[in-house]
């Protein structure tokens, strides 16, 4: 399984972003799909996750109520909506396959990582 993510870019403080992350291979509309981030010389951080069919999400504490997570089977993709950002939403963003169809935060529920994306939110 490969998993591309796209999207990501420089905007400023406020705006808005949308990545994605489609997968390819042997790949299994039946696993849960969570994305990540790590900013430099920081832990990876979870930011939000979705269970197979898309009915359960759930979110990090700093990205409740502005991200969005939300999945289409029919392409393989998954989508990460990202709204009022800030400076402190700047890092590699991952995405990833989960290990069974509802995922969490713990990266090690997940098998299959993307290369990242990198979102850069000036001030």
């Known amino acids: 399984v490969q998993l591309q993510a796209c999207g990501g870019g420089l905007v400023q403080a406020g705006d808005s972003l949308r990545l994605s992350c489609t997968s390819s291979g042997r790949t299994s509309s039946n696993n849960a799909m969570g994305w990540f981030r790590q900013a430099p010389k920081k832990e990876r951080e979870f930011v939000a996750s979705i269970s197979w069919r898309g009915e359960s999400t759930s979110y990090g504490d700093s990205v409740k109520g502005r991200f969005t997570i939300s999945r289409d089977n029919a392409k393989n993709t998954i989508y990460l909506q990202m709204n009022s950002l800030k400076p402190e939403d700047t890092a590699i963003y991952y995405c990833?396959?989960?290990?069974?169809?509802?995922?969490?935060?713990?990266?090690?529920?997940?098998?299959?990582w993307g290369q990242g994306t990198l979102v850069t939110v000036s001030s």
């Open positions: 990833a396959q989960g290990l069974r169809p509802f995922g969490g935060s713990d990266p090690s529920g997940y098998r299959y």
